[in-house]
Nanobody
């Protein structure tokens, strides 16, 4: 089993920054790709970005490109989502996810991820 725990959410004013953390434990494969999704009230969960297990290549949704950055600390089995220039539209519950087998590339499709964290709320006030 794999456990993912997100932290770092909170309330921030527009233009501010937050860093989310996703700590993985259990039978996690070291070089597996990881992703961040988010779900705003009344909307479907959507892909935010991800980092590949091999090569550490990153991919981002157009809505966050240039503002969000994903990084990883393999020694700690931890993935980070640095969010800058936050907007009210970024308000959502943020989830990290992994399928624990993909090493090359990042999938943007929610149904391809087997393991999810419980989510952390990010609220951006105008």
């Amino acid at each position: 089993q794999v456990q993912l725990i997100e932290s770092g959410g909170g309330l921030v004013q527009a233009g501010g920054s937050l860093r989310l953390t996703c700590a993985a434990s259990g039978r996690i494969i070291t070089r597996t790709s990881m992703a961040w999704f988010r779900q705003a009230p009344g909307k479907d969960r959507e892909f935010v970005g991800g980092i590949s297990g091999i090569g550490k290549n990153t991919d981002y949704a157009d809505s966050v490109k240039g503002r969000f950055t994903i990084s990883e600390d393999n020694a700690k089995n931890t993935v980070y989502l640095q969010m800058n220039s936050l907007k009210p539209d970024d308000t959502a519950v943020y989830y990290c996810a992994t399928d624990n087998y993909r090493a090359v590339g990042v999938s943007t499709k929610e149904y391809e991820y087997e393991y999810w964290g419980q989510g952390t709320q990010v609220t951006v006030s105008s």
